[in-house]
């Protein structure tokens, strides 16, 4: 088959080489997945950047993929079928250790070693029967190959939410989104469809879509802080109550209780700290090209600032997600500034960063089949 693999060379494509890789193989406790899409997500393009990965890795996760190869065994106890189209996270929990029963699931062992095999930036992948019991979400009809793609996403952000406490804020809030990349318009999206929603906290997802039983209203005014003119005319677009194109525009009563990183730039959390009132949170969500020089330590003692961060979603924020997506509960298609197959990714990621694109949608969805070697 063909993929697409991190080659340091590959300089002007974004690191990206094509090349033929051996087909996996479905087993007796994992089946053959034909990628049908995949979004390329920051993280991607950072480990390609700062090599993070050995040469020859296949990245990709954002995945959308169709049933290729599964055995009658399988297929009978996950009720999945040749044909059926799925998306899946790429890691997943034990589910019992210390962090998995805390809530922090990204930070469990098991998690942190298990993958699609390969990444998705590719024609075929397995899934383990791990992925099958635990990760595997079956799409209905009606929700795009390209909107399904999100979920990963979508859940990493209704993660860095919930954890930011925002949800049970009493009284009134000011929350700034710092960066509106594609991750910074999803956090300011989701923000102001549960506000709309009385999201009541501890409550079922089902609960939340019905409304039923909720009786506290969130009072959140929702800014938005980006130097890119398109990115900020988004999320206007998007329900943000206010723009800015720089932070210090932002006066005194304006000021944040709640700030999201979604930007990577060094001075962030800088910024932050200077401009959050007394009692704010910060929620780092992006990683920077060097940690900050100094830990203004004075601060966030005397402010008394919560300073917590957010990493890859748990399995509860994955169905969540993607019941929020196919039930049109939040709009992602417009988030694809630029779309490319296998052999142009490259240039295509390259193109998408001159042109302060959001985000980048490898698209194999209608590509002719092409049937991987029988073994
Ligand atoms: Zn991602
Ligand atoms: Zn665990």
């Keep these: 088959m063909k993929a697409l693999v991190y080659s340091p060379e590959a300089v002007a494509k974004a690191f990206l080489d094509l090349v033929d890789y051996e087909t996996p193989q479905d087993t007796e406790y994992s089946c053959l997945i034909k990628v049908l899409g995949c979004g390329v997500c920051g993280s991607d393009l950072l480990k390609l950047e700062r090599a993070l990965v050995k040469p020859d890795t296949v990245l990709g996760h954002e995945m959308v993929g169709e049933v290729f190869e599964i055995n009658e065994a399988l297929s009978k106890k996950y009720n999945l079928k040749k044909g059926d189209r799925i998306v899946s996270s790429h890691h997943v929990p034990c589910g019992k250790c210390n962090y998995c029963l805390n809530d922090k699931e990204s930070l469990c062992s098991q998690f942190k070693s298990t993958n699609f095999n390969p990444g998705a930036f590719c024609e075929y992948l397995e899934l383990s029967e791990d992925h099958l019991k635990h990760t595997v979400i079956k799409l209905n009809k009606e ?51 549960y506000r709309k929603h009385k999201y009541l906290l501890h409550s079922s997802v089902s609960e939340l879509h019905t409304q039923q039983n909720c009786d506290k209203k969130l009072e959140i005014n929702l800014y938005g802080c980006d130097p890119i003119e398109t990115k900020r005319k988004l999320a206007e677009e998007s329900g943000f109550d206010k723009v800015f194109n720089d932070i210090a525009f932002i006066s005194d009563p304006e000021r944040p209780d709640y700030i999201f990183l979604s930007a990577g730039a060094n001075i962030c959390i800088d910024l932050a700290i200077s401009y959050i009132r007394d009692g ?81 949608y490898l698209d194999l969805g209608d590509r002719a089949v092409i049937r991987p070697p029988q073994p």
Excluded: W
């Design 143 to 193: 929700t795009s190959n390209l909107s399904a793609s999100f979920t990963e996403p979508v859940a990493c952000c209704i993660k860095a939410i919930k954890k930011s406490g925002l949800l049970s804020h009493k009284g009134s809030a000011n929350v700034l989104i710092l960066g509106l990349g594609s991750i910074g318009l999803i956090i300011g999206r989701l923000i102001n469809y």
């Design 280 to 360: 704010g949170t910060i929620i780092v969500f992006s990683s920077v090209p060097d940690n900050a020089k100094a830990f203004t330590n004075n601060e966030i003692y005397y402010k008394e600032l919560s300073i917590i961060s957010s990493y890859s979603p748990n399995l509860s924020d994955l169905k969540e997600s993607y019941q929020l997506i196919s039930e049109n509960k939040i709009r992602v298609s417009d988030l694809i500034s630029h779309t490319a197959n296998l052999s142009n990714l490259g240039e295509t990621i390259m193109k998408a960063r001159k042109e302060n694109g959001l985000k980048v």
